[in-house]
C-alpha cells in the first residue's frame, strides 16, 4: 500500500476519519507511542478528553465533534503515508492494547481495502478487497452483495 485514499470508521462511530476512545489508564503509553512521530508522520494524533475534536481530513468531511468524556487517538483520512504502510499498521499494533474496540477501512491509491479490527486490546488487520478507489465504493458494494445473498432465490 503506498498513498492511502481514504480511511473510514465503521464502529463505534460511522464516518471519515477515525476517533478511538483510550482505555481507563492507557492515556500515559498512548502519548509515549504517538511521542515518537515527530518523525515519520503517521496522521495519528492524541486529543485529551473534555476537548472538541475537530479535524481536516485530506479526502471528504472533516470531523468535529463534541467534546469527549474520554481520552481519544483520531487518524486523519486521506494524504501520503510518510512512515511507510509498514509503520502505519506497526503503529497500530502498539497503540491496541491501550485502545478501545473498534473498526475501520484503509483504502490506497492502488485500489487495496484494508480492515483494521482493534477487538479486546488487539489489531486484526487483513487485506478484504481489491479494485476499490474509496472505502466508501467497497462497503456500498459489500452492502449490496449481502443484500443480494439474503434475498430468495426466484424472486
Known amino acids: 500500500m503506498g498513498n492511502q485514499r481514504q ?41 485529551p478528553a473534555g476537548e472538541r475534536i475537530a479535524f481536516p481530513n485530506l479526502d471528504g468531511p472533516d470531523v468535529d465533534l463534541d467534546p469527549q468524556d474520554r481520552d481519544a487517538v483520531i487518524i486523519q483520512s486521506g494524504g501520503k503515508m510518510w512512515c511507510g504502510y509498514e509503520a502505519f499498521v506497526q503503529n497500530l499494533h502498539e497503540l491496541a ?16 481495502v ?17 479494485g476499490y478507489v474509496t472505502v466508501t465504493s467497497f462497503l456500498e458494494d459489500r452492502r449490496a452483495n449481502a443484500a443480494d445473498e439474503a434475498s430468495p432465490s426466484g424472486s
Not at 38 to 47: A, E, K, L
Not at 97 to 112: Q, R
Not at 114 to 130: I, N, Q, T
Open 7 to 47: 480511511i473510514r470508521q465503521v464502529s463505534p462511530r460511522d464516518g471519515v476519519g477515525v476517533v478511538i476512545a483510550v482505555r481507563a489508564g492507557g492515556r500515559g503509553e498512548v502519548l509515549r507511542v504517538l511521542g515518537d512521530t515527530s518523525v515519520r508522520h503517521f496522521y495519528t494524533f492524541f486529543s
Open 97 to 112: 492494547p491501550f485502545l478501545e474496540d473498534a473498526k475501520f477501512y484503509v483504502a490506497d491509491e492502488d485500489w487495496h
Open 114 to 130: 484494508d480492515e483494521a479490527d482493534l477487538r479486546d486490546g488487539a489489531l486484526h488487520f487483513r487485506r478484504v478487497g481489491e
